[in-house]
């Protein structure tokens, strides 16, 4: 399997590092930008529009790019090395897969023509607070207590979302919510529309959420009526999952360089710490873990880019697991190897464990992931016990 990027794959690449570095690879830049509403930077975002990175997944009828997973990856690989804080993933990735997933042409054309350009944000309104009646089971992809209904013909919701990444700052939310007649639909609500009430606040990662409550909130309704939208969800969340292990790659990277760095440069009883053999391990530990997370991921985006639809929401599981163990093991130790300086808000490695632990989290943990393969168990014929490998082939 070639893991190797092509020539255009470089160059984007190296084009969307060299525009991250200019905006936040002086790090005290991106502490400013996160300390301030709506937690970064519109002139970031209007450039990363103009570079036609917020319209990179779509067709190119309805105003996008046209690229895969692979390309994805890469951008969210590169903003991740930086902690960029635009919503890239959220927005773009997920709330703006969605529309392209599930919404009319029409829809598309509209939604996804505006968040190409640069000129709207979207967010996803999704998890649903804790405490809930129902089945409240994180990371599921159907609503439960946010419900849809429509007396009169028009589409009315009501309930809590929480928390919803960016839906403060967002222009336009896409809900999701339990139907009349069962299953779970998907619908457009202006974020300052009526019915619409928003509470932000920050995140431990220097990012933004928000508690968003509909309160018989005028929506319209995403794609066709009477369609069940939990499978387009499971997808959608798949490709964005994969995003994240990208973005998460790129900050893994750069905590293994600042701990090497760390490790040469800094000195106890007269000689640099990289003398002590532990200490090396140690790294090498890390490294093993970074190019384990790295050959998961790329795999996970050569599988979203093959259309197997069926295979996806698997290999981002997998996919999933593997940085998720990855991301705790370096982030842990960097901060370890590092010493105290390592708990600052003003120092860099912390700032990168908090985003790893943030991304853990958004699609599901790796205890989630280790749940959802293991049920799956059952349906392989043969399993290794060492690599955890098993085909389906043999099975039938």
């Not at 996008?64 to 890469?74: C, D, K, S």
């Not at 598309?108 to 350009?117: N, P, Y």
């Not at 998890?127 to 994180?138: D, M, N």
Request: glycine share 12%; net charge negative; aromatic share 6%.
């Amino acid at each position: 399997m070639d893991f190797t990027y092509d020539d255009e794959q470089v160059a984007l690449r190296d084009a969307v590092r060299g525009l991250a570095t200019r905006a936040y690879g002086d790090f005290e830049q991106r502490r400013r930008v996160v300390a301030e509403d709506p937690g970064f930077s519109e002139k970031v975002w209007t450039q990363l529009a103009e570079m036609g990175l917020l319209g990179l997944p779509f067709p190119e009828e309805v105003g996008g790019v046209g690229a895969g997973p692979v390309e994805v990856g890469i951008v969210a690989a590169e903003l991740g090395r930086v902690l960029a804080p635009e919503p890239f993933l959220t927005s773009v990735v997920l709330a703006g897969g969605l529309v392209a997933a599930a919404g009319t042409p029409e829809q598309q054309a509209d939604v996804l023509g505006r968040l190409s350009a640069g000129e709207a944000v979207l967010a996803f309104a999704h998890h649903e607070p804790w405490g809930s009646p129902g089945p409240a089971a994180r990371w599921s992809p159907t609503a439960t207590t946010v419900t849809a209904s429509d007396p009169d013909g028009t589409w009315l919701l009501g309930g809590v979302k929480e928390p919803v990444a960016h839906g403060l700052r967002a222009d336009l939310l896409v809900v999701s919510a339990a139907l009349p007649a069962g299953g779970t639909g998907l619908f457009l609500v202006p974020g300052d529309g009526p019915g619409v009430s928003r509470t932000g606040y920050s995140t431990y990662d220097g990012g933004r959420a928000a508690r968003v409550a509909f309160d018989g909130a005028p929506a319209i309704r995403l794609g066709a009526p009477g369609v069940d939208q939990s499978a387009t969800i499971v997808a959608a969340a798949a490709q964005a999952r994969v995003a994240a292990c990208h973005e998460a790659l790129g900050a893994m990277e750069v905590a293994l360089s600042a701990t090497t760095d760390y490790l040469r440069t800094r000195k106890q009883f007269g000689v640099p710490l990289a003398t002590f053999q532990s200490l090396t391990f140690r790294a090498a530990d890390m490294y093993v873990s970074l190019e384990m997370a790295r050959s998961a991921t790329l795999w996970a985006a050569m599988v979203l880019a093959s259309g197997d639809r069926e295979r996806a929401a698997e290999a981002a599981s997998r996919a999933g697991l593997q940085v998720s163990r990855s991301g705790r093991h370096i982030g842990q130790e960097a901060i370890q190897l590092h010493g105290g300086i390592a708990m600052t808000a003003e120092y860099l490695v912390g700032n990168l464990t908090a985003r790893l632990t943030a991304l853990d989290h958004l699609l599901g943990d790796g205890h989630h992931h280790l749940t959802t393969l293991a049920a799956g168990v059952g349906d392989y014929g043969a399993l290794d016990p060492l690599t955890g490998r098993g085909s389906k082939e043999e099975h039938a």
